[in-house]
């Protein structure tokens, strides 16, 4: 166990982990075998090893405003900032596109062989995966966070199309998730979550090495799908409007302060909880206009985002508002 040894120790070994992972291409299994530990720890390794510097990913800017931002962002949140800038006149799809851009280009620098990559079903997720770069990896898997099935539609084909636009990109294994957004009784849930086919899909998903995300809103300039397309009653609404709630990540909504207790519509919900999101070493969330900045700052509230990708403009509104 990484506990059981002492803290030079362990950046010895996160250095040998990023040697073998990021120059000899070795998957964590294969490191996990060469270094005498697990799978998990391996994961935990590479974390330690880009926390401390022994790894880095740099995108250099032109400009220093954008780097004092992404600073800032940081030291007030401890997460890594990283600003797309988009021009002031850019529409809302616009301004969407060009972050889902970069997002799905940076992908690179958190997805290799041999992880998992959570991905929630959404607007901002499904911009992402239209704009994936071919890179393919060995022995990854990318797996559904969440049901996307309601009364109108089993939601197969606009989640399954997500996952299979990421599963081609990477040649990762894709495992899919077809149970419905939200059950109508906790009690139908509880008794599916015992099932052994169900079981599997959130033992991989307890395994995450990645999740990546956008944040539900109600009233956002690019309509959130689940508020959009039949997900959320209106009794559903009254709920999440007496909750006060801002948003939500993989359909489990949050207040302000990033709590998510005590919210009954979240015991029906397929989504990960999220302390399961927040045990992932990389979060990574992509959001573009000010009207998310609410469910942003409850995310960062809640410390659900270790990686922030965002428009400078909404970034800036952020920084103004803190």
């Given at each position: 166990m990484l506990e059981e040894i002492n803290e030079k120790s362990r950046v010895r070994l996160a250095l040998k982990a990023a040697q073998l992972y990021y120059l000899q291409d070795l998957t964590m299994d294969a490191i996990g075998d060469e270094l005498k530990v697990s799978r998990s720890s391996v994961s935990r390794l590479l974390q330690m090893a880009r926390d401390r510097g022994i790894v880095e990913v740099k995108i250099h800017s032109p400009e220093d405003a954008p780097r004092r931002m992404s600073t800032a962002i940081k030291n007030l949140y401890g997460v890594n900032a990283h600003l797309v800038p988009v021009a002031e006149t850019a529409s809302p799809i616009d301004r969407l596109d060009r972050v889902a851009l970069t997002a799905a280009r940076m992908l690179g620098n958190f997805f290799f062989s041999g992880m998992t990559m959570g991905v929630a079903w959404g607007s901002t997720t499904a911009a992402v995966s239209r704009n994936l770069a071919p890179r393919p990896l060995r022995d990854s898997k990318v797996v559904q966070l969440n049901g996307a099935g309601n009364t109108f539609t089993t939601g197969v084909t606009y989640s399954g199309e997500i996952l299979r636009r990421f599963g081609e990109a990477y040649g990762a294994a894709v495992e899919q998730f077809p149970v419905p957004a939200f059950f109508d009784d906790p009690a139908a849930k509880e008794t599916l979550w015992r099932e052994r086919s169900t079981k599997r899909i959130l033992d991989i998903?307890?395994?995450?090495?990645?999740?990546?995300?956008?944040?539900g809103a109600n009233n956002s300039e690019v309509p959130s799908q689940v508020y959009s397309a039949g997900y959320i009653s209106p009794a559903d609404q009254?709920?999440?409007?007496?909750?006060?709630?801002?948003?939500?990540?993989?359909?489990?909504?949050?207040?302000?302060?990033?709590?998510s207790n005590g919210i009954a519509i979240n015991n029906r919900s397929t989504g990960p909880s999220l302390d399961v999101i927040k045990a992932v070493p990389r979060r990574i969330c992509v959001i573009a206009g000010a009207s998310r900045l609410p469910s942003l700052k409850g995310a960062l509230a809640g410390n659900y985002i270790s990686d922030l990708i965002i428009d400078d403009a909404t970034a800036e509104l952020l920084l103004q508002d803190s």
């Open positions: 998903q307890a395994s995450m090495d990645v999740v990546l995300f956008g944040l009254k709920e999440l409007d007496d909750n006060g709630i801002v948003g939500d990540i993989a359909t489990v909504f949050y207040r302000a302060d990033g709590s």
